[in-house]
């Protein structure tokens, strides 16, 4: 052999190795986590070689770690076209293309990768998220269980699922999941913070509030964080905590317009709307395309009895999402004071065309039935104020059954109970001599304060205190459900009146008590 070719292949054996020493170097830099050093390597080792695939890839994966997503896509895929063969790149390439917003894209690289190497549980979690991104929710589950059957303590693959089932609202299986990412990674701040989600959504507050503390202890300053606690917080009642939440919040991200909108709702719950008013303003202001945001701002203008202005609030927010039910019943609201009250049943009728089984557009809709007159279909809607969640109204857990007004009470002895105000309680025992009147023996559990001033009822045989033991029974009614059972109209109101009288003890007590120039 020659010995210039000697030579020539002794001087490219003396470059591979310096090439190789010089890649070398890279890794064990970039290993150490000095990115910008193993970057500039890199670059040096592609300048010599522009077609060094290993270099190429390296230099993609620091572009994807310092957030340069667009350029670690480019330099995937100039990796990829020198050789296709490697399942990482494709792994890798479906990342980038996920985080730029292009699920088909990245979803065709994962699956190159599987293809490659069928035992990679990082390409079958990708693929899972790039279907959860396409709305393919069952294939992406099937994803995400090949991951962790291949990899039994892949923690993100445990933490995406319970995401996906979290949207179908499978909210056990979900938390399960969320709570087996956590054991095998204990410091997962975003699996505490979705399982304080789940754990609002199956009425929880309690436990939600101690993962959010623990979200918080790992992340201190974390505003989603305090949101969340804020939340969980106002669920419990305790809304002076949830406001200092929200504050804490909006200190962290002063352009936080979810904490703004959650800190205005608090505030109308604790009767300071002025204050609630602005804080809706503010977060407007933040996220001007926040159709739930008009709503609180209307809901607010309500409160402060603007109507007008709370109208169009209302129509803002409809412009901007059409198609929730819960803005038409606030919407009738505003009609409602506004004396517009054909316009105010149509709004819930719109909202009952949307969801139909939403009790308070029923409930809404009964009270301003009752009150144009048509107590016929008025007091059927008004029953819908079981199921309004969040009610003050709850039913009434009795083993016997309820009275409707027809089945007959000859000889039965019938419970009728108070279960709103005491103002409710003493308009509505005016149906009492009429139930009386059907044969029946009636108890009346009405609240401790009207126990006296009751017992002058006719047609009552006992008066109980709400909470006090109820004797043997064999019907009850709950007393604003007795309008219904008696087929109530305008002409056959019981008007019989007095329906009640103080007691002549009383009378005489008072009299004794007040001074003699305020009798009569």
């Not at 490659?116 to 990082?122: F, G």
């Not at 109820?470 to 008696?486: E, N, Q, R, T, V």
């Amino acid at each position: 052999m020659p010995q210039k070719q000697i030579s020539r292949q002794q001087a490219q054996k003396a470059d591979e190795a310096a090439l190789k020493a010089r890649f070398d170097e890279a890794t064990a830099v970039h290993r150490q986590g000095k990115v910008i050093e193993a970057e500039r390597i890199y670059t040096d080792i592609l300048r010599q070689r522009p077609e060094h695939f290993d270099a190429l890839h390296r230099l993609g994966i620091i572009a994807a770690q310092t957030q340069r997503t667009q350029r670690a896509v480019e330099l995937f895929r100039k990796a990829i076209a020198l050789n296709e063969r490697v399942a990482s790149v494709h792994r890798n390439l479906g990342h980038g293309l996920l985080e730029l917003g292009m699920p088909c894209d990245a979803l065709l690289s994962y699956e190159r990768a599987i293809a490659l190497d069928p035992s990679d549980a990082e390409s079958n979690n990708g693929c899972g998220l790039a279907l959860h991104e396409l709305q393919r929710f069952d294939e992406s589950i099937k994803c995400y269980d090949r991951a962790i059957a291949l990899n039994p303590k892949f923690a993100d693959a445990y933490y995406h699922r319970g995401l996906v089932l979290q949207h179908l609202k499978r909210f056990h299986e979900s938390l399960e999941c969320y709570e087996r990412a956590i054991a095998l990674k204990p410091d997962f701040v975003e699996a505490y913070s979705n399982c304080g989600g789940v754990l609002r959504h199956l009425e929880r507050p309690a436990e939600a509030l101690a993962s959010y503390d623990r979200a918080i202890a790992l992340k201190p300053e974390n505003a989603e964080g305090y949101l969340n606690r804020g939340n969980a917080l106002r669920e419990l009642g305790r809304l002076n905590e949830a406001l200092a939440n929200f504050d804490k919040a909006i200190a962290i991200k002063p352009d936080f317009a979810e904490a703004y909108s959650n800190r205005g709702n608090v505030l109308r719950k604790l009767k300071r709307f002025d204050e609630a008013f602005i804080s809706f303003e503010r977060s407007i202001a933040l996220k001007p395309d926040s159709a739930e945001v008009y709503t609180n701002r209307g809901n607010a203008l309500l409160d402060l009895n603007r109507p007008d202005e709370a109208f169009i609030s209302f129509e803002k927010s409809i412009s901007l999402k059409a198609d929730s039910a819960e803005v038409y019943i606030n919407r009738g609201n505003a009609l409602q004071e506004l004396d517009r009250i054909s316009e105010a049943l149509a709004s819930f009728d719109k909202a009952i065309a949307l969801k139909s089984d939403l009790a308070s557009a029923y409930w809404n809709r009964a009270l301003t039935l009752l009150r144009i007159g048509d107590f016929d279909q008025g007091w059927k809607e008004y029953e819908w104020r079981w199921k309004v969640k969040a009610s003050w109204v709850k039913p009434r857990e009795f083993l016997q059954p309820r009275w409707r007004g027809e089945e007959p009470l000859e000889g039965q002895t019938i419970v009728l109970h108070a279960e709103q105000g005491c103002g409710d309680t003493i308009q509505f025992v005016r149906y009492v001599p009429l139930v009386a009147a059907l044969g029946a023996e009636v108890i009346l559990e009405v609240q401790p304060d009207l126990k006296m001033l009751l017992r002058s009822v006719k047609g009552v045989d006992k008066v109980i205190g709400r909470r006090e033991e109820l004797p043997p029974f064999d019907w009850y009614c709950p007393l604003l459900s007795l309008p219904l059972a008696f087929k109530t109209r305008i002409e056959n109101i019981p008007a019989a009146t007095p329906y009640l009288a103080a007691s002549p003890e009383h009378v005489a007590a008072w009299k004794e008590r007040l001074p003699k120039s305020q009798l009569p």
